[in-house]
Each structure stands twice: as structure tokens, then as C-alpha cells.
């Protein structure tokens, strides 16, 4: 549904299919929810509003889709349904149209076996609420063709975004830098630090969020699912030999804002604002976890148990040529998760220390786990006195 809002906003007509009714009317219904308020505060005019929802088309049958340039394809995050449908859109769709993928975990690659047409496909991955995120992550397949990925970026751009090229791997560029930052968290709840303070130390450093906050947005089982995901792709550093906060409350089906049981509790006030309040629950889980004390635990030392995993995955990214630049990085970042952007994004953030600095500093916490440890890149900028973003 935001993916047709977002993109008949923008003045490209666009048809939305799904196999029930019901999703088209809560698609439909979703759009016409951001644009009412919209229109009741007098920032878009009821004309406009009636132009969007007349650019999506609804249907259940395929045959909208003959004469379409280019498919999203957003269908639920599982591989063999991905493939069918895929697969079937592709014998629906002209001979020069693009297929993308909007999936989060999934390899483009992998999805691009069941086409007979791959170099026309490649993932193409936003962000949640997609009309509010600028980013999209526009993914290369193995087979993936340049003519593919620079129709994708055009599509992306027209639609009001920015868009950001990136290879192939688990995660892509930001949830491969995002799980190691929530294996921090972890890590740091399982040290008996209180995911209160967390939160509340990293909405100080700049976050729109804290950690465990977005945890219960994304969803406890959505980051459970990518977290195996990620786990799979990078055994060394990704995966968790000791339950964790998170696989308790998958467990006990706690699935963050979705159900309204998470870190908080999710509800409404009487003005039917969305409010929220620790859930006392979670302290039962931690016990049965059997948490440590937290002491001595500094907010410098959960700033760095949550930062310094990111930085150095990021820094992988680089070295595994998922994205070309640091500036890709910290823009992805930025847009894509709501990384503080006075702070300019990880490298940005990195570069204000000094990288001799944060290496002291990884030291320190380099007993916890491989995401700590710091690689080679950085190691070797730190030595040559090298910034990612070298001042002119
Ligand atoms: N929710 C997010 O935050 C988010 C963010 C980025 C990407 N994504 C990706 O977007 C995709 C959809 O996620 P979602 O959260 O909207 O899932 P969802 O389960 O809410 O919606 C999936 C929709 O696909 C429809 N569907 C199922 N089988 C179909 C078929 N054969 N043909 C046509 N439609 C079919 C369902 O009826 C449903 O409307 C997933 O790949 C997910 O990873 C989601």
C-alpha cells in the first residue's frame, strides 16, 4: 500500500495487486488516512487527494499488469512464495519490463534462479513508512544488468526518494549494519543494564528512537526472522550461542507495536494518540535470563556497545564491495534508519574521534563477541592517520 501511495503521489500511475480484497481496501483505506490528515491541516488540497487515489488501481488479476514498465513486488518475506509469484509475474509482464523485489532478507540472487529473464531483476527495498523514509536500497543481483539497476534508480528518484546501489549479501547494506547493533543491545541487556536507559542514553546521542523502541516497531518477530538471516550469512560475528531478550519475547509470541506487547505496552489515549509504557513483563524474561548487574556499565560504554558493532560492519561493507563509498554509508544510514544527522552518519561519527581513539576504545569491549573486533580497513586508516571523509 505505500509503495502505490508513495508512487501515485508523485504522478506515476500505478496498479496494486494483491490475491484478497481485504488488503486492496486496507491499502486503499492507509493512503487515504495520510492524506485526510493531510488535507485536514491544510497541507494538500482535497483535489490532490483525489488525483493519488485515482492513480492506484486495485485488482486481484493480473491483467493490469500487461503493459506496466516496472514491478514492486512486496508479497509476504517468504522465499518460496516469492519465487512462485515472481515467477508467474514475469509471463504476465511485457518482455521490457523490470521486476524488483521489496524484500528485507531474501537474496536477490537466489530469487533471480526462477526467471528466465534475471538481468531484468533486482531488489529494490524500502523502508517503513515508505512515505516517510527517503531511502531505498535498490539491490544488485549476479545477474542484475546496469540498464536494470539505472531504471530502478530513475523509478526511485521519480518517486521522491534517494536511492542508494548496493551488491548482494544477507541484510544488504542497512540490516547488515543494523543486527549488529542490536546484538549490542543484547549483549547489553544480558549485562543487566535496564533497556530504559538504553533507549533513553541513545535518544541523547541522537537516535529518533531507542533501541528497544525500534525493536517493537520493526516488529520482535520480524527482527527475529532477520536476525536468524543474518546469523546464517555471518556465523562468526552474527550469531547468538546464548538466548537473548529478544528470543524470549519471540517465544512468548511478544511481537513489539504489532501486538502491542513488547518492551512496551502499546495503546491508545482518549484522543486516540498511540501510547506507550514499559511493560513490568519484561522483567520476569530477565530473570529467567538470569541478567547480571549492570554495574560499572558507563552510558560512554552502551554508546560504544551499540555503536562500535555498527561502525565495523560498516566498515565490512566496504571492504566487501556491498557499497562503493563511506558517503553512501552515512547517507543510508541517515535516511534509511533516522541515524542523527547532525552526527552525519557512522563514518562521519567514526572520523570525529579519530579512529586511534575508537580503536582504545573497541579494545575495551573486544571480549564480548567478533562484532567488536576491528577490521583490517580500519586498522590500517587508523595507522596512516586516514579520515572517511578526508577534509579537502
Ligand atoms: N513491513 C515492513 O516494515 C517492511 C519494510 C521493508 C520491506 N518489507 C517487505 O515487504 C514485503 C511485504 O511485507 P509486509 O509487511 O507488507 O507483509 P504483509 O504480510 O503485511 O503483506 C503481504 C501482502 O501480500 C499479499 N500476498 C500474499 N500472497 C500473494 C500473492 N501470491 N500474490 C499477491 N499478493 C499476495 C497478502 O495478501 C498481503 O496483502 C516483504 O517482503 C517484506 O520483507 C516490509
Redo the contacts with the bound molecule.
Keep these: 500500500g505505500g509503495v502505490a501511495y508513495q508512487s501515485s503521489y508523485r504522478g506515476i500511475p500505478i496498479a496494486m495487486?494483491?490475491?484478497?480484497q481485504a488488503?486492496l481496501d486496507l491499502g486503499m483505506s492507509e493512503a487515504t488516512k495520510i492524506m485526510q490528515k493531510r488535507v485536514d491541516r491544510g497541507r494538500m488540497k482535497s483535489q490532490k487527494m483525489a488525483e493519488v487515489l485515482t492513480g492506484i488501481t486495485p485488482t486481484l488479476s493480473y491483467e493490469n499488469l500487461a503493459d506496466v514498465d516496472l514491478v514492486v513486488e512486496?508479497?509476504?518475506?517468504k522465499e518460496s512464495?516469492?519465487k512462485?509469484?515472481l515467477a508467474e509475474t514475469e509471463k504476465k509482464i511485457s518482455e521490457k519490463a523490470i521486476l524488483t523485489?521489496?524484500?528485507?532478507?531474501i537474496s536477490i540472487t537466489e530469487l533471480a534462479k526462477v526467471l528466465t529473464r534475471p538481468e531484468q531483476f533486482c531488489g529494490m527495498?524500502?523502508?517503513?513508512p515508505v512515505h516517510r523514509m527517503p531511502l531505498v536500497e535498490i539491490i544488485r543481483g549476479e545477474k542484475s544488468s546496469d540498464a536494470t539497476i539505472a531504471a530502478t534508480v530513475a523509478y526511485a528518484a521519480a518517486m521522491g526518494k534517494s536511492p542508494i546501489v548496493v551488491n548482494d549479501c544477507p541484510g544488504f547494506l542497512i540490516n547488515r549494519v543494523l543486527f549488529p547493533y542490536f546484538a549490542g543491545f543484547s549483549g547489553l541487556v544480558n549485562d543487566g543494564v535496564d533497556f530504559l536507559r538504553i533507549d533513553k542514553v541513545m535518544e541523547k546521542f541522537g537516535w529518533p528512537m531507542g533501541p528497544a523502541l525500534l525493536l517493537d516497531v520493526?516488529g520482535i518477530d520480524?527482527s527475529f526472522h532477520a536476525g536468524g538471516v543474518m546469523a546464517e550469512g555471518f556465523p562468526d560475528r552474527m550469531s547468538q550461542d546464548v538466548p537473548t531478550i529478544i528470543s524470549k519475547m519471540y517465544e512468548h509470541e511478544w511481537y513489539g507495536k504489532k501486538n502491542e506487547k513488547g518492551f512496551y505496552i502499546h495503546s491508545k489515549d482518549k484522543k486516540g494518540k498511540p501510547k506507550k509504557e514499559p511493560n513490568p513483563g519484561i522483567a520476569d524474561f530477565l530473570q529467567d535470563l538470569g541478567v547480571g548487574s549492570g554495574e560499572g556499565i558507563s552510558d560512554t560504554d552502551i554508546i560504544d556497545r551499540m555503536m562500535l558493532p555498527m561502525l565495523m560492519e560498516s566498515s565490512r561493507c566496504l571492504e566487501d564491495n556491498i557499497v562503493e563509498t563511506p558517503v553512501e554509508v552515512d547517507m543510508g544510514l541517515i535516511y534509511g534508519l533516522g541515524f542523527p544527522p547532525f552526527r552525519g552518519g557512522i563514518f562521519r561519527w567514526a572520523d570525529t574521534f579519530g579512529l586511534n581513539e575508537l580503536l582504545q576504545r573497541a579494545e575495551k569491549h573486544k571480549a564480548l563477541g567478533k562484532v567488536y573486533e576491528p577490521t583490517e580497513q580500519i586498522m590500517k586508516m587508523a595507522k596512516d592517520g586516514k579520515l572517511f571523509h578526508p577534509l579537502e
Design positions: 495487486k494483491d490475491i484478497a488488503q512486496a508479497v509476504v518475506e512464495v516469492k512462485i509469484v523485489s521489496n524484500t528485507s532478507t527495498h524500502f523502508f517503513n520493526v520480524t
